[in-house]
């Protein structure tokens, strides 16, 4: 569904929402998370919430090394594993720079501007996760075999 932030900030109030997971992908795939409290989330749709970009496999930018998530209000999922009081919901950021410039290694932002090119020349993009693995037949010392 795509909320605004006012719908969003509206919903966290009325379904007594305590923690807020700010959720954002290195280069290698990897999902991080950073969590904050409900009343921090206004800003964080404001002015983003910092972090250490140096702290982030693939991040290592030599000139930056803050960056700012922000939560993108469209991406909201109430979490499962706490459907009580004090629930916890979770976003999808983008990745920007101090100056509010998308970060070049954001991955939501790289597949975004893939997405755009790919319609701009007659394309429909359909994206989405493939789960994937693989079974091996293991030995005695439980190694796995052809």
């Known amino acids: 569904m795509n909320y605004t932030e006012s719908e969003v900030l509206e919903f966290v109030k009325e379904n ?16 991080k998370r950073i969590s904050i409290m409900a009343d921090e989330l206004e800003s964080a749709f404001e002015s983003g919430i910092s ?4 702290a982030v496999r693939g991040f290592k930018d030599d000139a930056q090394s803050d960056l700012f998530i922000y939560p993108d209000p469209s991406t909201l999922m109430v979490m499962p594993r706490r459907p009580g009081p004090g629930r916890v919901i979770r976003f999808y950021c983008d990745i920007k720079k101090p100056d509010g ?9 790289i597949l975004k501007q893939v997405v755009s090119r790919c319609e701009s020349m007659g394309y429909v993009c359909k994206v989405g996760p493939e789960c994937e693995f693989y079974l091996f037949k293991t030995n005695e010392d439980g190694d796995p075999t052809d």
């Not at 410039?101 to 932002?109: E, V």
Request: net charge negative.
């Open 16 to 31: 007594d929402i305590r923690f807020i997971w700010l959720n954002f992908c290195d280069l290698f795939g990897t999902q």
């Open 51 to 54: 972090f250490d970009a140096h």
């Open 101 to 109: 410039s998308h970060y070049a290694h954001d991955t939501r932002h």
